[in-house]
């Protein structure tokens, strides 16, 4: 029976934390809705969005209620800034929100990596 290596279990959880990252960020600005998205977005909402991506590539496991409170941590720094409008901000965040599952199913591998251990 092979055993995961920490390290390669390790590599693999950072690798899909950046691919998932990489995906949301990818999804909100070339997947179905892009073009309205480009032409609504505003310059906080893209520094937003790039913190949000950060914080991803940072977690160490990403769920949804993960995904959901980094969205949350990032939005509230925003709300302070006078020139955010409110309304603005609550549509980004809405928007960043729902796309989870489409986002999710995209970052999902089509192969199962196994890395063994050395004996």
Known sequence: ??????????????????????GAAAYIMFGPDAKKNRKVIKGWAIKMKGEIIEKLEDAKEITEPVYHQIIDTVSAKYAKIKKVDPKELELAVADAKKHWKSMMKDAKPKKKVVVKAKK
């Open 1 to 22: 029976m092979a055993k995961k290596s920490g390290i390669g279990a390790g590599a693999a959880i950072g690798i899909g934390a950046t691919a998932a990252a990489l």
